[in-house]
T-cell receptor
Framework: GDSVTQMEGPVTLSEEAFLTINCTYT??????LFWYVQYPGEGLQLLLK?????DKGSNKGFEATYRKETTSFHLEKGSVQVSDSAVYFC????????????FGTGTSLTVIP | EPEVTQTPSHQVTQMGQEVILRCVPI?????FYWYRQILGQKVEFLVS????????KSEIFDDQFSVERPDGSNFTLKIRSTKLEDSAMYFC?????????????FGAGSRLTVL
């Protein structure tokens, strides 16, 4: 069945460091891929998305490229800030398996000044 | 910006008690969802709801669970007789299929603690 596997945390980085959070997926069809972010005390917010192979989603300096050949959607940011401290969830939605989303376990990121 | 609202933010209950978690989805959305996250584990799909009926449900969503849209705005999740393993964060989400590729809008979550 469909599933998402993402890098285990927690991740601690210094401000301005480079961030990568790995995400790979398994899907029977052609899924859409997402990164959601959860700031402390808040709900899951869409960070970026990509709907087909080779698409790049980007938002707030974060980027992720839909790689069909490696079934990956790794999240990257060139220079993290303290305000980026949050939990990041990789997710997929596969129209072939209905309307549900499949989430990874989440990766906690802490950025220290 | 429109948002999904959930209440309560945290509920503590005794095992065997009934719990109702409430959600107010975005007003023009058509699909509604409940997900849960047990601490340290994946966000898991429970149920989706469309046109006043369940459209999909997972294995987790057994007879102890039910959902209802009692009026035009609320969407509730009821757990009939809570177990210790029901302790989790429960997220409500809604979706407008005409707004683009399957983007769910989530609420802040309701933390349920079963003692």
């Amino acid at each position: 069945g469909d599933s998402v596997t993402q890098m285990e945390g927690p991740v601690t980085l210094s401000e301005e460091a480079f961030l990568t959070i790995n995400c790979t997926y398994t899907a029977t069809g052609y899924p859409s891929l997402f990164w959601y972010v959860q700031y402390p005390g808040e709900g899951l917010q869409l960070l970026l998305k990509a709907t087909k192979a080779d698409d790049k989603g980007s938002n707030k300096g974060f980027e992720a490229t839909y790689r069909k050949e490696t079934t990956s959607f790794h999240l990257e940011k060139g220079s993290v800030q303290v305000s980026d401290s949050a939990v990041y969830f990789c997710a997929l939605s596969d129209p072939h398996t209905g309307n549900q989303f499949y989430f990874g376990t989440g990766t906690s990121l802490t950025v220290i000044p | 910006e429109p948002e999904v609202t959930q209440t309560p933010s945290h509920q503590v209950t005794q095992m065997g008690q009934e719990v109702i978690l409430r959600c107010v989805p975005i007003s023009n959305h058509l699909y509604f969802y409940w997900y849960r996250q047990i601490l340290g584990q994946k966000v898991e799909f429970l149920v989706s709801f469309y046109n006043n009926e369940i459209s999909e449900k997972s294995e987790i969503f057994d007879d102890q669970f039910s959902v209802e849209r009692p009026d035009g705005s609320n969407f509730t999740l009821k757990i009939r007789s809570t177990k210790l393993e029901d302790s989790a964060m429960y997220f409500c989400a809604s979706w407008d299929p005409f707004a683009g590729a399957n983007v769910l809008t989530f609420g802040a979550g309701s933390r349920l603690t079963v003692l």
